[in-house]
Each structure stands twice: as C-alpha cells, then as structure tokens.
C-alpha cells in the first residue's frame, strides 16, 4: 500500500523568507502527487498536481513543486512567503485509482 | 464551473442524537463522492466513498453511515452520536471517468461537527 510521509508537523518562517516543505510518498510507481493547503476553518483547496511530464510544477498563490524519483519526493516550494500563506498544507498521493492517500499535514506559521 | 457545498457549516448536538449531514455537487455528471473527517490536529481519515447512486464503500467501521440517493448528492448520517463523532466532516468529489483528472479530488467547505 502507498503511504505519504510529510515529516515537518510545523514549520516557522519569517515574512518575505523563502519556504519548503517535504513530501516523500512509499509507491512501487510513480502515482499521481498533489498539494493542498487549508486554512483553520476550511476545506482543502488545490495548489497543484503532478501526473507527467515536467517535473517542476507550477501552481496557484506563487507555489512550486518538484518531482524527483530518485527521492521519491514533491517538495513544495515558494520564494518568498507572505503572511497569509500560514495554513495546515497537505500532500497526496493517488495510485491512480480513485482512493488517495493523504499526509497528515505540516503547519506552515509566517513571523512578521 | 463546478462546485461542491456542504451543510450545515456548523452543528452542535448532544450524545445519543442522530446526525444528517448533506453534501451536493453542481456542474457535474457522474461523480465520485468522499467523505473525510478530520479531527483537532490530526490529518484526514476516508470514511466512505461512492462511484455511482445506491454504491457506498465504507473504510472505517464506526457508528456512522452514508448514502447517496441522487447522482450528485452524499449524505453522511448516525442513529446516535459519540463525543468521538466530534471533528470536521469534509466531502469531496472527483471526475469518475479515466484519466489524469479522475485521480484529482475538490473539497467542500467542511462541516465542524461538536458532540456534548
């Protein structure tokens, strides 16, 4: 079975500091991959997703992610955080099928 | 577009009291439906999904149950409320047809759920 390990449960950044946030999934292939993030109170909205191809993703709010199968990692990245970026972020993985796997989340908490 | 709307947003209810939860997507066709919970500081646990009317699998054998009457409705029910019920009900949907779009799931708003 696959499984997703997010190994950060918080992570503290500063304004304006630049972000990463791991990801390393248990898959005997390459599966879908995702990142959500929520903020407290909401449900889980999409910031990108991987299925082929290039292995740099680009998604919404200015975040990136990067496949490498050698790591059998998607790390999320973004340049420089903004306060509004603090949320609880999620990856999955989804082999696919239709039953992904979720990680059990890393809080993100920007400093002014 | 599509979108997908739960209620109530919140909802307070004693132990032993029955639960309906309701989950509906618009502008879609023949979707899979989900529905997670989440509680304080933990991730998200799968309880049921469904890929078409009348088909429920259940992943976690509890006290809750689900149901779909109608194509793009889901509704998440118990006879009689735990204090573990207590979390926040997510649902989702998918595209049941093939493809890289099949395996993407969109979240509602959530639904915190508070067991007394």
């Known amino acids: 079975a696959q499984s997703v390990t997010q190994p950060d449960i918080h992570i503290t950044v500063s304004e304006g500091a630049s972000l990463e946030l791991r990801c390393n999934y248990s898959?005997?292939?390459?599966?879908?991959l995702f990142w959500y993030v929520q903020s407290p109170g909401q449900g889980l909205q999409l910031l990108l997703k991987y299925f082929s191809g290039d292995t740099l993703v680009q998604g919404i709010k200015g975040f990136e992610a990067e496949f490498k199968r050698s790591q059998s990692s998607f790390n999320l990245r973004k340049p420089s955080v903004h306060w509004s970026d603090a949320a609880e972020y999620f990856c999955?993985?989804?082999?696919?099928?239709?039953?992904?796997?979720f990680g059990r989340g890393t809080s993100l908490i920007v400093h002014p | 577009s599509q979108t997908i709307h739960q209620w109530p947003a919140t909802l307070v209810q004693p132990v032993g009291s029955p639960l309906s939860l309701e989950c509906t997507v618009e502008g879609t066709s023949n979707p899979n439906l989900y529905w997670y919970r989440q509680a304080a500081g933990r991730g998200l646990q799968l309880l049921f999904y469904?890929?078409?009317?009348?088909?429920i699998s259940s992943e976690v054998p509890q006290n809750l149950s689900a149901s779909r009457p109608q194509d793009r409705q889901f509704i998440l029910s118990s006879k009689k409320l735990l204090l573990s019920d207590s979390g926040f009900y997510l649902c989702?949907?998918?595209?049941?047809?093939?493809?890289?779009?099949?395996?993407?799931?969109?979240f509602g708003p959530g639904t915190r759920l508070t067991v007394l």
């Open positions: 898959y005997g292939a390459t599966p879908y």
């Open positions: 989702a949907w998918s595209v049941r047809a093939g493809g890289p779009n099949a395996d993407t799931q969109y």
């Open positions: 999955a993985v989804n082999p696919r099928s239709y039953i992904p796997t």
């Open positions: 469904s890929v078409g009317i009348g088909q």
